[in-house]
């Protein structure tokens, strides 16, 4: 059964200060997704990451994969208060039923 | 593009009603996912369907839970009879099927949700 982890679960921080999001899973998948949640809201695709050693930025969000440690990082640079939210990593795998398994989410608080 | 239309946004209900949840995915998108989120248990998969087909219900939790895909365009979620135990935000998703080696988007597009809240 695939895994999904994130780390942290919960993370504050400051605006203006860096920090990163793991998201650890535990099967062979060759594409891996980067979801925002704002409160009562849907989930907003940020990143679709392909293949080993995909990075993609936008704005100060940016996203990389390492498939061989199964492994994907979401990066934040100078965080702001608009970044706040739940970000979710989420996994497909490789076939005609592919489907998205999710991580526990990281609910992120960036403080003034 | 009017992306995937959930209805109703929100549905509160007595314990032991049908509940019915609806969702109309993207024209074009041939997979169609259900999500159910709550607090304690995170996103999890209920169903999903290719091509109006039901490959995978086994995240469905009991024989309360069923789900039909009549057509391309219209999916339900029924919950018969209703518990509190849930209560929680129902998503709908579609996504394109791939086709052989071409990069298509192989995005999810998840619609606004259902909040349920059994009383």
């Known amino acids: 059964e695939l895994k999904v982890e994130q780390n942290p679960l919960f993370l504050s921080m400051q605006e203006g200060k860096n920090y990163t999001i793991y998201c650890n899973y535990s099967t062979t998948s060759d594409r891996l997704y980067w979801y925002r949640q704002d409160p009562g809201k849907s989930l907003e695709s940020l990143f679709v990451l392909l293949s080993n050693g995909a990075v993609k930025q936008e704005g100060r969000l940016m996203a990389s994969l390492d498939t061989k440690a199964r492994l994907s990082t979401l990066h934040i640079t100078a965080a702001v208060h608009d970044l706040s939210a739940t970000y979710f990593c989420?996994?497909?795998?490789?076939?005609?039923?592919?489907?998205?398994?999710f991580g526990t989410g990281t609910r992120l608080q960036v403080t003034l | 593009d009017a992306g995937v239309i959930q209805s109703p946004r929100h549905e509160v209900t007595e314990m032991g009603q049908e509940v019915t949840l609806r969702c109309k995915p993207i024209?074009?998108?041939?997979?169609l996912f259900w999500y159910r989120q709550t607090m304690m248990r995170g996103l999890e998969l209920l169903i999903y369907?290719?091509?109006?087909?039901?490959?995978?219900d086994s995240g469905m939790p009991e024989d309360r839970f069923s789900a039909k895909m009549p057509n391309a365009s219209f999916s339900t979620l029924k919950i018969q009879p209703s518990e509190p135990r849930d209560s929680a935000v129902y998503f709908c998703?579609?996504?394109?099927?791939?086709?052989?080696?071409?990069?298509?988007?192989?995005?999810?597009?998840f619609g606004s949700g259902t909040r349920l809240t059994v009383v």
């Open positions: 998703a579609s996504r394109r099927k791939r086709q052989g080696l071409l990069l298509f988007n192989y995005g999810y597009t």
């Open positions: 024209s074009g998108h041939n997979s």
């Open positions: 989420a996994v497909d795998v490789t076939g005609t039923a592919s489907k998205l398994t």
């Open positions: 369907f290719n091509n109006n087909v039901p490959i995978d």
